[in-house]
């Protein structure tokens, strides 16, 4: 398996991970009777870590299926080498980044320096798919 694809999974993983660990945040702050109910109320507000990991996983959510296309289409079409590499690598470590920056409250570093690196390296990927 390629180096590329291992960070693909390495990506699914912490989606998996960031997606746990959202969810049970949410059950710490509004109970496991509001997890288990059909929902159909609406959702309180979430308040402190639980709303920043909460907004974290849905910007995760709209940026990983981008992630995953340009990453495959540069592995079907055989356009893998130097800046996909960089490309998956960025794009990961950016999102961990991510994650554990929303989670402690810095949002700068999340915006600017995580977000940014996540999309500089689909930018490489996207360069390396048209070239």
């Avoid at 299926?65 to 540069?74: E, S, V």
């Avoid at 470590?93 to 949002?107: E, K, Q, S």
Wanted: aromatic content about 12%.
């Amino acid at each position: 398996m390629t180096t590329e694809l291992y960070f693909l999974a390495a990506a699914v993983i912490l989606g998996l991970v960031h997606l746990i660990v959202d969810s049970h945040l949410i059950s710490f702050q509004l109970g496991y009777r509001w997890t288990a109910s059909s929902r159909e109320q609406p959702v309180p507000p979430l308040r402190g870590v639980a709303n920043r990991v909460d907004q974290a996983y849905t910007n995760f959510m709209e940026t990983f299926p981008l992630f995953a296309a340009l990453l495959l289409a540069a592995y079907l079409a055989g356009r893998l080498g130097p800046l996909t590499i960089w490309g998956t690598q960025l794009y990961f470590w950016g999102r961990l980044g991510y994650v554990l920056a929303a989670a402690a409250g810095f949002g700068l570093v999340r915006s600017v320096l995580c977000f940014n690196t996540a999309l500089a390296g689909m930018v490489l990927l996207l360069i390396a798919l048209l070239k």
